[in-house]
T-cell receptor, first 108, second 118 residues
Framework: DIQMTQSPSTLSASVGDRVTITCRPSQNISTWLAWYQQKPGKAPKLLIYDASSLESGVPSKFSGSGSGTEFTLTISSLQPDDFATYYC??????????FGQGTTVEIK | QVHLVESGGGLVKPGGSLRLSCAASGFTFSDFYMSWIRQAPGKGLEWVSFINVGGKTIYCADSVKGRFAVSRDNGKNSLYLQMNSLRAEDTAVYYCVRASPMGVFDYWGQGTLITVSS
């Protein structure tokens, strides 16, 4: 199984900050990676797929990059609506290690 | 717009069974792979099952294999999850999710809570 490791687990930031979340799969997944945002009590929402493609309707302040075994999600200017938990997901291989453990972005 | 509505959740005793349903609308259901993904209270996301357009199960998590079965009825625009031999560790919110064949999850239902407890 592929292990997906996100860092940090929790990130404290202020409105207006640029933040970066990292996701490291335990093996090469090319660019088969997606990012999701989940707010408390809500279902996850797809933000990015194929490592860097922005899902329709998602603001351009979200961007993804990377390939192989290191990926990043960047939020260019954090707004109150962006405080949430973010998950990466690999779809190179169907396995139990599909999702990272999540990164919670909280208000500093 | 795409709408996925789960039903069938609730409290069930260990060893019991439950059948979840998901009603899909706003898209051509028969054109899309579908999935169930769950989230235990306060925990992360776990992919449970994945079914192709023709009703073949593409993926089933080891943690539920032999106990859970996913199915679909394209004529009724519905996805199902039959859950048997339920355990306390199956307690979670279960999401019905539209997926690409590669496994990108683009639309999620609001989720239904299953609590397995005596």
């Amino acid at each position: 199984d592929i292990q997906m490791t996100q860092s940090p687990s929790t990130l404290s930031a202020s409105v207006g900050d640029r933040v970066t979340i990292t996701c490291r799969p335990s093996q090469n997944i090319s660019t088969w990676l997606a990012w999701y945002q989940q707010k408390p009590g809500k279902a996850p929402k797809l933000l990015i797929y194929d490592a860097s493609s922005l899902e329709s309707g998602v603001p351009s302040k979200f961007s993804g990059s990377g390939s192989g075994t290191e990926f990043t999600l960047t939020i260019s200017s954090l707004q109150p609506d962006d405080f949430a938990t973010y998950y990466c997901q690999q779809y190179n291989t169907f396995s139990r290690g599909t999702f990272g453990q999540g990164t919670t972005v909280e208000i500093k | 717009q795409v709408h996925l509505v789960e039903s069938g959740g609730g409290l069930v005793k260990p060893g019991g069974s439950l059948r979840l349903s998901c009603a899909a609308s706003g898209f051509t259901f028969s054109d899309f792979y579908m999935s169930w993904i769950r989230q235990a209270p306060g925990k992360g996301l776990e992919w449970v099952s994945f079914i192709n357009v023709g009703g073949k199960t593409i993926y089933c998590a080891d943690s539920v294999k032999g106990r859970f079965a996913v199915s679909r009825d394209n004529g009724k625009n519905s996805l199902y999850l039959q859950m048997n031999s339920l355990r306390a560790e199956d307690t979670a919110v279960y999401y019905c999710v539209r997926a690409s064949p590669m496994g990108v999850f683009d639309y999620w239902g609001q989720g239904t809570l299953i609590t397995v407890s005596s």
